[in-house]
C-alpha cells in the first residue's frame, strides 16, 4: 500500500487571499471607471461609438446655428467649443464615474447626454456609452478594457 501526503497550506492560504479579495472590488470598479472614462473622452476626439462607427455629421440646420469658436454667439452661453455633441463643452465636463465594493457607474450629469445616447425621432444616434443602449451592452474594445483590467486584478491576488 502507497500513502501520500500532500501539503495544502499554502494552497489552501491563496484560497483564502482570492476569497477575501472578492469581498471588495473597490479597486477593480475604480479601475474600470476610470478607464471606460477615458474611452469615452477619447470617443469625443475621434467622433466615433464604442463600435469605432463615426457618428453621423450635423444636419444642416444645426450647422446654421452652431456657435463656433471665435464667433460671437447669440446664446448666453457665448462662442461655443467646434466639437460635435458638446456645444459649449459642458457635457463632456459632466462626464464622470463612481466606483464602490461592487459596481462602477459611468455617465453624464446631463439629461441631454440621452438624446445622443438613444437618438431622437430627428436626430441620429451618436453613441458614447453602449454599443446598444437598449440591451445596455458594451462595445467589444470597451469589454476588453473591463476584462483585462479584471483579469490583472485576479493574477494580483493570486500572486
Do not use: C
Not at 460635435?84 to 464615474?97: A, C, I, K, P, V
Amino acid at each position: 500500500m502507497l500513502t501520500i501526503t500532500v501539503d495544502d497550506r499554502a494552497f489552501r492560504a491563496q484560497l483564502e487571499r482570492l476569497y477575501k479579495g472578492l469581498g471588495d472590488l473597490h479597486r477593480p470598479m475604480d479601475s474600470i471607471g476610470n478607464a471606460l472614462e477615458t474611452n469615452v473622452r477619447e470617443r469625443f476626439q475621434t467622433r466615433t461609438d464604442p463600435q469605432g462607427k463615426a457618428w453621423a455629421p450635423w444636419a444642416a440646420s444645426t450647422l446654421e446655428s452652431y456657435p463656433f469658436p471665435g464667433i460671437p454667439a447669440a446664446a448666453k452661453e457665448g462662442p461655443g467649443s467646434g466639437r460635435l455633441l458638446d456645444r459649449y463643452g459642458t457635457m463632456l465636463n459632466l462626464l464622470s464615474y463612481r466606483a464602490d465594493e461592487t459596481s462602477v457607474r459611468i455617465g453624464f450629469a446631463s439629461e441631454y447626454a440621452a438624446y445622443h445616447e438613444w437618438g431622437t425621432e430627428t436626430m441620429p444616434r451618436r453613441g458614447m456609452l453602449f454599443a446598444d443602449p437598449e440591451s445596455g451592452t458594451l462595445g467589444a474594445g470597451d469589454e476588453t478594457t473591463v476584462l483585462d483590467i479584471l483579469g490583472i486584478w485576479l493574477s494580483d491576488l493570486t500572486a
